[in-house]
């Protein structure tokens, strides 16, 4: 095969990254301290056939552009300058570097000890220098047309008031259905199966687990595991290949515009918080190469790294280049792949500058005035492990956050620990002491029973214990207390009495979940009573373990789920984006919540001090000031009882007016209407005000 050796052009320093059009392809790629900057061609065997010197710097930019090259070439950079980590600088021209920009690329790095830019197990660690190439065993980055042919189906546009959220592995929620072509895949996500049963459940996002491209770290390998979550980005706009039937990023695109078709959103999960070089011990793949001391947060020894994230490394948030590079890929995300969100892994560590977290920080700043990115869904993991990382609340408008507070204190109430009434109130009427200030509403606490790190539900009510040896390291991984609860026997067993106490609060904790204030999030396969046999962290386990399984036939809990986020999408009254704060309504007097005692009374303070008490009934209606177009509906009577069987007393109503029992989890039938003041042990029940 001849290949043509292409001549170069000045080209231009805007837009980053390889750009395709009619004549050739343009290169652009920021670095302030390279002295030499060099652009590899390969043809697609892999093998480097020409290599090019980019003559052209604008400020840091450099960059040049090729007539006649087109979509398909694939490339990489080698870049030349200092090599000298003790003042933070890591050049080394034998190491093959991914373009930050590439929007594919050809595979994932094969570890060889060419991919360090030092000699491993040499006696000066990271201060040596290792002149063997690492070409044959990375990625190539590729010119990409990323043109797609959209159907006319506009995007969902779900409100957050009218959201539910469903968090999904790409691969693990497909690959145990043999009836899916391409299971793990792309397209095996959005195939028709899998949009039936989200349908069905009347989830309206789906919220992905990293999918921009990431590395399989050397030590799950060499214990013959993999890193299935994708926590360790390399590739802030490629799709990963490994979900990829073939090599088109349509495939991608293609998933996008069916959930978009049936009505479901896109929302990805992404880590710009570091990236997968890790600590001065992990390979050079492309920042560390690019431009070290540019990319990366340096510690005052610039040889080290400030490390917020527990993964080695944390991107630098105060240079613009690295706002910029996030800035693009997260538009691009938005306005060529289409997506509708982002849920932003350990944001923490995205606020941070100098002087600690700075929720008006330059990240912040840049999306709040950003026209495309500040009317998407944004969500916040609202920590990391840095100095004051727990930032619960402190985020601004838009974001919403993972309220873990709601996690824990729902799982403490229905496992029957003393004293947690009063945080139940807190939590499902809008957790309004983190989040009601400057404006932000009550959809601005995500609300999640379960996630992807840490038990399932079904075996949150299974296991007391933690059980992650499969993950190799004797159980010390994942976490400790996760106020779960197995019931009386840990694990699987075949007690009915058991088992039935297992599926009530399992439909205890869900009603909770859809009865609350905010916008409620489910993990794949809660609704199908998943298990992973206990293991609270499969962060390594592509496999059984952390597949989901699907059923047989259809789990009695999938209805029940199907039931409950009927009844809250029924209810706006469960749907508001105004605090409830007990306040006077003008349209009739009454206040928008008032919190009862079983006997029909209000509560006192010294009731809700009483570590006793076991049973929380609310009486909600639509906050004061919603406006007279919201849609309406008259008062609901929300009962949690933890505790014995019990008749309440409600609030006398006018006459020809009643309390009707619209949901009960004691009945199999959750949604059967039934007589009575009567509220079973261990359920929830809610009465709607009637005429």
Known sequence: MTLANFAIRPGRPSPLGATVDEGGVNFAVFSR?????????????????????????????????????????????????????????????????????????????????????????????????????????????????????????????????????????????????????????????????????????????????????????????????????????????????????????????QMVQRFHSAGIEVILDVVYNHTAEGSEMGPTLMFRGLDNASYYRLADDPRYYIDDSGCGNTLDFENPFVIRLVMDSLRYWVEVMHVDGFRFDLCSSLGRTRYGFERDGPFFRAIGQDPVLNSVKLIAEPWDIGPGGYQLGAYPAPFAEWNDKYRDQTRQFWRGDRGKVADMAARISGSAQFFDHEGRSATSSLNFLTAHDGFTLHDTVSYWNKQNLANGEGNRDGHSNNYSDNMGVEGPTDNPAIIAARIRRKRNMMATLMLSQGTPMILA?????????????????????????????????????????????????????RFLHSRQRLLDGEPDLFWRQVNGEPMRQEDWDNPDLRTLIAEMRMASGTPEYVQREGALLVVLNRGAELEITPPALPAGEQWVRRFDTSQEDAIAVTQGMQVAANAVVVFSHEK
């Open 33 to 253: 301290h390279a002295t030499k900057v060099m652009l590899c061609l390969f043809d697609e065997d892999g093998h480097e056939h020409q290599v090019i010197r980019l003559p052209e710097r604008e400020g840091h930019v450099w960059h040049g552009y090729f007539p006649g090259m087109k979509a398909g070439q694939q490339y990489g950079f080698r870049m030349d300058g200092p090599y000298k980590p003790e003042e933070g600088h890591r050049f080394n021209p034998y190491k093959l570097l991914i373009d930050p920009y590439a929007k594919r690329l050809t595979g994932h790095p094969e570890w060889n000890d060419a991919l360090f830019s030092y000699k491993p197990r040499h006696k000066d660690k990271d201060l040596s220098f290792n002149n063997a190439d690492s070409a044959p065993y990375m990625p190539r980055s590729v010119v990409v047309d990323p043109t797609f042919a959209w159907s006319d189906t506009d995007r969902p546009r779900h409100t957050l008031e009218n959201s539910v959220i469903y968090e999904a592995h790409v691969k693990g929620l497909t690959a145990g259905r043999a009836d899916i072509p391409n299971a793990g895949s792309y397209l095996a996500m959005a195939s028709d199966p899998i949009l039936e049963h989200l349908n069905n459940l009347g989830v309206t996002a789906v919220e992905l687990l990293p999918v921009q491209a990431f590395l399989n770290e050397k030590f799950l390998l060499d214990r013959g595991l993999t890193n299935y979550w994708g926590y360790m980005t390399y590739g802030f706009f490629a799709p990963d290949p490994r979900y990829m039937q073939g090599s088109d990023i349509a495939e991608f695109q």
């Open 525 to 577: 396969g809660d609704e199908l009573s998943n298990s992973q046999g206990g293991n609270n962290n499969a962060y390594c386990q592509d496999n059984e373990i952390g597949w989901v399984t699907w059923p047989d036939e259809e789990d009695p809990f999938f209805t029940f789920c199907q039931q409950a986020i009927a009844f809250r999408k029924m209810h706006p009254l469960l749907r508001q984006k």
